[in-house]
């Protein structure tokens, strides 16, 4: 079994399912003791600002706040891609405390290590 987890998340409000199945499997593999690092790209950026996450709902599933709080208390990393952040004027200040903007030379270095899974939604 993989050791790590890398999960990249494309989509946001625009679908909303799959939004919420990147965190959700983020956060159950982070409480299950896998190293997680979830990265947002696209619509999904947003989240990565205050007040963002809680403003996302979807019927019978866990609010998007609370699964990132479990992520990052878990020790997993949540990532803004560089190119996304910059298309939305964020700057690393503008993000939630915990959160990083990184670049694709990054992401590939992630999902390549050793005994890492990568999943893209």
Known sequence: MAKKLVIKVTAGADAPERCSQAFTVAAVAAASGVEVSLWLTGESAWFALPGRAAEFELPHAAPLPDLIDSILAAGGRITVCTQCAARRDM???????????????????????????????
């Open 91 to 121: 700057e690393e200040k503008d993000l939630l405390e915990g959160f990083r903007i990184a670049g694709a030379q990054v992401f590939v270095q992630e999902a390549m290590a050793d005994e890492t899974q990568a999943l893209v939604y």
